[in-house]
């Protein structure tokens, strides 16, 4: 049975990022944000969503840029402390230990130990109400060159173990489930080894369609065998045949006696 709750915000899990932003070495910070998402791939286009009390908000919307570094298991630590202790008292990076490096497109640094750092300039923002949504264009991607598969080219997010955000706790992903579009792909025929000759139809079946339907003018019914043996006696047990060794019974008699 469910419950009827409150109306909130109860969209679970998040990624759990790590905001940075500031446009000289002195005024760099750091900010977690839950509140993020995708707005649109053409252009690309991300989001944040920021108290307009926290430090960093007077910073993003002073400078109009800021970078979303996705977080990882050996970042948890780090991910949760940025979001309770303030930019106002503390260096961020220098306190957890975080390397800041210079962007390519931007003026705010990326976090050097995530693995994939999404570069924004803002573009617009909208007062919302406790928070405000910075909606912001990316203009640059940075990703570790040690999460790229040497053969295939492909960037695997899962050897870092991204971690996420879900009421109040984080944890880290699980096992794969299936890729985009799994449920519906269709599984051809098991592909037949090399050399080997098309079978011939069989007699019975050479009238079933590939759906499974049968032509009626195609099938011949299957002819069927009479034995031409005739039943024998077994040796010794009179009124028994050799269809079950069982004894018969004879029908009575109709003829008056």
């Given at each position: 049975?469910?419950?009827?709750?409150?109306?909130?915000?109860?969209?679970?899990?998040?990624?759990?990022?790590?905001?940075?932003?500031?446009?000289?070495?002195?005024?760099?910070?750091?900010?977690?944000?839950?509140?993020?998402?995708?707005?649109?791939?053409?252009?690309?286009?991300?989001?944040?969503?920021?108290?307009?009390?926290?430090?960093?908000?007077?910073?993003?919307?002073?400078?109009?840029?800021?970078?979303?570094?996705?977080?990882?298991?050996?970042?948890?630590?780090?991910?949760?402390?940025?979001?309770?202790?303030?930019?106002?008292?503390?260096?961020?990076?220098?306190?957890?230990?975080?390397?800041?490096?210079?962007?390519?497109?931007?003026?705010?640094?990326?976090?050097?130990?995530?693995?994939?750092?999404?570069?924004?300039?803002?573009?617009?923002?909208?007062?919302?109400?406790?928070?405000?949504?910075?909606?912001?264009?990316?203009?640059g991607v940075q990703v570790d060159e040690a999460y790229l598969d040497p053969e295939t080219g492909r960037f695997c997010l899962e050897r870092a173990e991204p971690i996420v955000y879900s009421h109040g706790e984080y944890f880290a992903l699980g096992e794969a489930l299936g890729h985009f579009g799994w449920s519906v792909r269709k599984k051809?025929?098991?592909?037949?080894?090399?050399?080997?000759?098309?079978?011939?139809?069989?007699?019975?079946?050479?009238?079933?369609?590939?759906?499974?339907?049968?032509?009626?003018?195609?099938?011949?019914?299957?002819?069927?065998?009479?034995?031409?043996?005739?039943?024998?006696?077994?040796?010794?047990?009179?009124?028994?045949?050799?269809?079950?060794?069982?004894?018969?019974?004879?029908?009575?008699?109709?003829?008056?006696?």
């Amino acid at each position: 049975m469910k419950q009827n709750w409150k109306p909130g915000t109860v969209l679970y899990p998040l990624p759990a990022v790590l905001v940075s932003c500031g446009a000289t070495p002195e005024e760099y910070n750091l900010l977690t944000v839950a509140w993020t998402g995708t707005l649109c791939s053409d252009p690309p286009m991300c989001y944040i969503s920021v108290r307009p009390e926290r430090h960093s908000y007077e910073i993003i919307r002073r400078t109009g840029e800021f970078v979303i570094n996705l977080t990882t298991r050996s970042l948890a630590r780090a991910t949760d402390w940025c979001g309770v202790r303030s930019g106002r008292d503390h260096d961020k990076f220098r306190e957890m230990g975080l390397t800041a490096v210079a962007s390519e497109r931007v003026a705010a640094p990326v976090v050097a130990e995530s693995p994939v750092n999404i570069e924004c300039r803002v573009r617009q923002i909208l007062p919302l109400g406790s928070h405000d949504m910075f909606l912001a264009e990316v203009v640059g991607v940075q990703v570790d060159e040690a999460y790229l598969d040497p053969e295939t080219g492909r960037f695997c997010l899962e050897r870092a173990e991204p971690i996420v955000y879900s009421h109040g706790e984080y944890f880290a992903l699980g096992e794969a489930l299936g890729h985009f579009g799994w449920s519906v792909r269709k599984k051809g025929p098991a592909p037949k080894p090399a050399g080997a000759k098309p079978s011939k139809p069989d007699a019975a079946t050479s009238g079933v369609a590939a759906s499974g339907t049968t032509n009626p003018e195609t099938v011949k019914p299957a002819a069927r065998k009479r034995s031409t043996a005739r039943k024998q006696p077994i040796a010794g047990i009179p009124g028994a045949d050799r269809s079950g060794g069982k004894r018969l019974s004879r029908r009575p008699s109709t003829k008056r006696r």
